[in-house]
């Protein structure tokens, strides 16, 4: 199927799991070598792992060195940024010499935050986003939001003025999560399919993304995909129901829905 000019990047969310062995990776790969294998399928991923614990530059050095001309990172932003939410001065400049290798080597095309169910939408948080993107100034920002509170014309406008990208998201349709829009608040567009396993999602750990997506499913998706397209320059799509490769084979599975 043809789409626009928009340049379509499909990856996942992390690339480095035990469990993709013989889903996605051979079974005796050396856990060094998966990124190289990557490469191979992916034009993009994100790296999830700074959430966690912010790496040494020489790590991501390491990381950035591989990629091949081509390919770029979104980088997801350490989580006091997004769940503490105070003292940030330290992790703010640790964070930034963190990602320096990606900057320096034009492979950094954003840094995600993915803010907790319990951030709701309200003028003091509104602004907080603002903090966190004068933080991780000159690089681009895109927010993901858990609370369905945050879908209103006052979210989608201040995003829109700070040029802060906005996160659409595909999870259970359960009660307060977001339905799976799709819309764009700056020229790139960014969707994450976390998967819709909503007997898992609240108390399953690493289990709420054990989940495989339709050919409907992921059709849907392909079309909102399309119609997005013509209203932006660049669109991220990442499969982050990482339980077994699953991530990996929806994200083949889109490629090929795309045609690209």
């Known amino acids: 199927m043809n789409v626009t000019e928009t340049d379509i990047r499909i990856g996942t ?8 062995r013989e889903n996605f990776y051979p079974q005796k790969i050396e856990k060094g070598k998966m990124l190289d294998h990557y490469f191979n399928y992916f034009p993009t991923v994100e790296i999830n792992s700074t959430y966690y614990r912010i790496p040494h530059p020489a790590v991501m050095y390491n990381v950035v060195k591989k990629a091949p001309s081509h390919f770029d990172f979104i980088i997801k932003v350490p989580q006091s940024f997004t769940h503490r939410r105070t003292d940030l001065d330290a992790d703010v400049t640790a964070f930034a010499e963190s990602i320096r290798p990606f900057v320096d080597e034009s492979k950094l095309s954003g840094l995600l935050a993915q803010f907790p169910f319990s951030f709701k939408y309200n003028k003091y948080n509104l602004e907080y ?62 969707i994450r399919l976390h998967g819709r396993n909503a007997e898992k999602w609240w108390n399953g750990g690493d289990l709420r993304y054990d989940y495989n997506y339709s050919e409907e499913e992921l059709t849907d998706w392909r079309d909102k995909t399309i119609k997005l397209s013509a209203k932006v320059k660049k669109i991220f799509v990442f499969f982050n129901n990482c339980h077994h490769g699953q991530a990996a084979k929806n994200a083949l599975e889109f490629m090929n829905l795309l045609g690209i």
């Open 13 to 20: 969310s992390g690339y480095s799991f035990e469990d993709w």
């Open 129 to 190: 986003i603002s903090l966190v993107k004068n933080a991780v100034t000159p690089n681009p920002l895109f927010v993901e939001f858990r609370h369905n509170s945050w879908v209103n014309r006052e979210m989608y406008d201040y995003l829109k003025s700070e040029k802060i990208g906005y996160v659409c998201v595909d999870e259970p349709q359960i009660s307060a999560l977001l339905k799976p829009d799709a819309f764009a608040t700056t020229e790139t567009a960014y």
